[in-house]
């Protein structure tokens, strides 16, 4: 093949040849910077089997293509399933498959990689709108999953990213990191894509932790942590008494967690805040 699907002016024949536009209800803009979209895949971890979550007209998935044993990818949008038919036809290990990521059974397809191809990683150019939904379910469903490498909006990016005392340090910082070691690879101009959004993207890259206590209930965990950044302006103690409804209990609670009262959540990093959860938790 002389040129990637990614080049501008290729992307540009694409659409015309199938009278394709990005439609909005899916989320669509189509990446139109091969150096970017090879970077990417460079740096995911792909080697073996990779899912995918909207491929677009294939211009992740060619280069995903190039670098992994296998590419599973995950396409709603029923148009396009010819379309990848053919941008993809000079490759043999890319299997597309019309279905909602959110709908599937992540744990066995995961389990059906391995066994045939080893490890496996995720890779995708997330859709704004989904980006969040996408990666709670790889979190929640996806322990055996070393690698998540995704191009994501680049504030939501910066969010998962960041440290505490960062003015973006949330629950979504302390979800991904309690599962995660989390770094931003590099930032992408909204003049990568085709059509250009108004925002910048972020590559993010999640690595699962060797350590994670899964004893605890996850989806419980999460909700305290929500709750603890509910009202960013108060302290951890109130946002703590009106998650336990009681102000004493509170109090002792973070006492025994060596938390003083008058911090707020955003000066606490995960593991001060794995430790409150396990204080309120105990029997």
């Known amino acids: 093949m002389n040129k990637f699907i990614s080049t501008p002016s290729y992307t540009k024949e694409i659409l015309e040849k199938y009278g394709l536009r990005a439609k909005k209800g899916f989320g669509q803009n189509f990446l139109v910077d091969p150096v970017i979209v090879e970077r990417c895949?460079?740096?995911?971890?792909?080697?073996?089997?990779?899912?995918?979550?909207?491929?677009?007209?294939?211009?992740l998935t060619e280069q995903l293509a190039r670098y992994s044993k296998h590419v599973t990818a995950y396409e709603v949008d029923e148009d396009l399933i010819p379309v990848l038919g053919?941008?993809?036809?000079?490759?043999?290990?890319?299997?597309i498959i019309l279905?909602?990521?959110?709908?599937?059974?992540l744990e066995a397809k995961v389990k059906e990689l391995q066994k045939e191809y080893?490890?496996?990683?995720?890779?995708a150019n997330l859709p704004y709108y989904i980006t969040t939904p996408v990666l709670f379910k790889i979190f929640n469903q996806g322990k055996d999953i070393p690698y998540i490498?995704?191009?994501?909006?680049?504030?939501?990016?910066?969010?998962?990213?960041?440290?505490?005392?960062?003015?973006?340090?949330?629950?979504?910082s302390v979800e991904a990191q309690y599962l995660y070691d989390v770094k931003k690879l590099f930032n992408v101009p909204g003049r990568s894509f085709n059509p250009s959004p108004d925002v910048d993207s972020a590559i993010i890259q999640f690595k699962r932790k060797?350590?994670?206590?899964?004893?605890?209930?996850?989806?419980?965990?999460?909700?305290?942590?929500?709750?603890?950044?509910?009202q960013r302006r108060k302290t951890i103690y109130n946002n703590l008494k009106d998650y336990v409804g009681d102000g004493e209990k509170a109090k002792d609670i973070l006492a025994r967690a060596n938390v003083d009262v008058k911090q707020r959540a955003q000066e606490l990093d995960v593991n001060q805040i794995k430790k409150i959860y396990e204080v309120l938790n105990e029997r």
């Open 149 to 172: 490498t995704v191009m994501v909006q680049k504030e939501v990016g910066d969010r998962f990213a960041a440290k505490p005392n960062d003015s973006q340090y949330g629950a979504l």
């Open 210 to 230: 060797d350590d994670v206590d899964l004893s605890i209930d996850l989806e419980d965990f999460f909700n305290m942590v929500r709750a603890l950044f509910k």
């Open 99 to 105: 279905q909602d990521f959110l709908e599937i059974d």
């Open 41 to 59: 895949a460079q740096l995911g971890n792909v080697q073996d089997a990779v899912i995918e979550i909207g491929p677009g007209i294939g211009s």
């Open 118 to 123: 080893g490890s496996v990683s995720v890779c």
């Open 86 to 95: 053919d941008t993809l036809s000079a490759y043999d290990n890319v299997e």
